[in-house]
């Protein structure tokens, strides 16, 4: 794979923290699945799993995401939270 596909933990398994940063980078999610090696459907679980709210956003998170240069409003999509909720988020984790 010639494009950007950044290094992770070394661990196989997709989490949804991952997914975000493959996805700001423009990975497709059929590469994703090629990548990690599983079916289509375990994609959609995970993003369904973030829809519900069962996948917490945490400052953990957050650092993560950063390191890797998704920008505040890719997060705030990803994560269906709106800019100032994380603002005052970002605020109160320093």
Do not use: W
């Not at 590469?31 to 369904?48: G, H, S």
């Not at 409003?73 to 984790?93: A, G, P, Q, R």
């Amino acid at each position: 794979m010639t494009e950007f596909t950044p290094f992770f933990d070394g661990s196989n398994q997709l989490n949804y923290r991952k997914f975000v940063i493959l996805r700001f980078y423009g990975v497709s999610k059929r590469k994703i699945c090629k990548m990690y090696n599983f079916a289509y459907f375990r994609i959609l679980e995970v993003c369904e799993m973030a829809k519900k709210n069962d996948y917490r956003f945490t400052y953990k998170d957050y650092k993560f995401l950063k390191q890797y240069g998704v920008s505040n409003t890719f997060i705030c999509k990803m994560y269906h939270i709106s800019i100032e909720d994380l603002e005052f988020f970002e605020v109160m984790n320093r």
